[in-house]
């Protein structure tokens, strides 16, 4: 098992800045790919933000590019999402994602942290 755990998010004006973490735990091994996605209500489907794969290689949704850079630290099993340029359409329920190398339908998730853009 992966347990995966998401930390740094907070209420910021808009323009401000977050740096999310989310650290895994347990099988390490299996980790492939990891991402970074938000959910701005329960109703509504989650959408990718960024993601990285083993290799460094990263991908940005279109509404982040040039602002959020995702980063990966192996020695500390922690991917980052640094946030910068912050807006209100930023708010949202950031979920932490990681791919399973052995079995690649599977992905796990962290519980999610809430990031509030206020105007």
């Known amino acids: 098992q992966v347990r995966l755990v998401e930390s740094g998010g907070d209420l910021v004006q808009s323009g401000g800045s977050l740096r999310l973490s989310c650290a895994a735990s347990g099988n390490i091994g299996r980790i492939g790919d990891m991402g970074w996605y938000r959910q701005e209500a329960p109703e509504k489907p989650r959408e990718l933000v960024a993601d990285i794969t083993s290799r460094g290689r990263t991908n940005y949704a279109d509404s982040v590019k040039g602002r959020f850079t995702i980063s990966r630290d192996h020695a500390k099993n922690t991917v980052y999402l640094q946030m910068n340029s912050l807006r209100s359409e930023d708010t949202a329920v950031y979920y932490c994602?990681?791919?399973?190398?052995?079995?690649?339908?599977?992905?796990?998730w962290g519980q999610g942290t809430q990031v509030t853009v206020s105007a």
């Open positions: 994602d990681a791919g399973d190398t052995v079995t690649p339908w599977r992905h796990y």
